[in-house]
T-cell receptor
Framework: NAGVTQTPKFRVLKTGQSMTLLCAQDMNHEYMYWYRQDPGMGLRLIHYSVGEGTTAKGEVPDGYNVSRLKKQNFLLGLESAAPSQTSVYFC???????????FGPGTRLTVT | RKEVEQDPGPFNVPEGATVAFNCTYSNSASQSFFWYRQDCRKEPKLLMSVYSSGNEDGRFTAQLNRASQYISLLIRDSKLSDSATYLCVVTDNYGQNFVFGPGTRLSVLP
């Protein structure tokens, strides 16, 4: 039982490049979330999903896209990376919004 | 006004001290409340849920005041291992999303 895993752990991109961050959970959770964490800002919700095939925008969705084709996976895409997207990205899942969120170890992304 | 606000910190306390963290939230329709702990360069992990009647887990006590939209966390007999950032978390009025406060950093000193 691995919980929530994220791939990759670190990445450096040049401005304009694209990439996809993968989140996987093996707890059969319906809800999955992508956050970014910046110094002094706390965690901010980018996109979330309430089930397979569904996605919705969070607080800071611009510049990101997501897909949830399989229940266990939630992908976060950056089509054209910008230096403002330099951050630590966390994926999380939960059985229900009123219950605990389980987080992945994070992806540290630097855009130069 | 931010949705969730916390003491700015950092808090530097000696071992054995009692420390209290405060959190206020703006959405009166929030339904669920939590305290998470985040160690440096690690992911957040649930410390405890917060119930209307208040709840205790060992050295940790959490309280909720819905009328004042205020949550607190009390740590008694603090240990070096309690050093971390403490995040206050509430759900939004749709009950689908978690809103995180900016966190309060605690350093427990020997």
């Amino acid at each position: 039982n691995a919980g929530v895993t994220q791939t990759p752990k670190f990445r450096v991109l040049k401005t304009g490049q694209s990439m996809t961050l993968l989140c996987a959970q093996d707890m059969n959770h319906e809800y999955m979330y992508w956050y970014r964490q910046d110094p002094g800002m706390g965690l901010r919700l980018i996109h979330y999903s309430v089930g397979e095939g569904t996605t919705a925008k969070g607080e800071v969705p611009d510049g990101y896209n997501v897909s949830r084709l399989k229940k266990q996976n939630f992908l976060l895409g950056l089509e054209s990376a910008a230096p403002s997207q330099t951050s630590v990205y966390f994926c999380a899942s939960s059985l229900d919004p009123g219950y605990e969120q389980y987080f992945g170890p994070g992806t540290r992304l630097t855009v130069t | 006004r931010k949705e969730v606000e916390q003491d700015p910190g950092p808090f530097n306390v000696p071992e054995g001290a009692t420390v209290a963290f405060n959190c206020t939230y703006s959405n009166s329709a929030s339904q669920s409340f939590f305290w998470y702990r985040q160690d440096c360069r690690k992911e957040p992990k649930l410390l405890m849920s917060v119930y209307s009647s208040g709840n205790e887990d060992g050295r940790f006590t959490a309280q909720l005041n819905r009328a004042s939209q205020y949550i607190s966390l009390l740590i008694r007999d603090s240990k070096l291992s309690d050093s971390a950032t403490y995040l206050c978390v509430v759900t939004d009025n749709y009950g689908q999303n978690f809103v995180f406060g900016p966190g309060t950093r605690l350093s427990v000193l020997p």
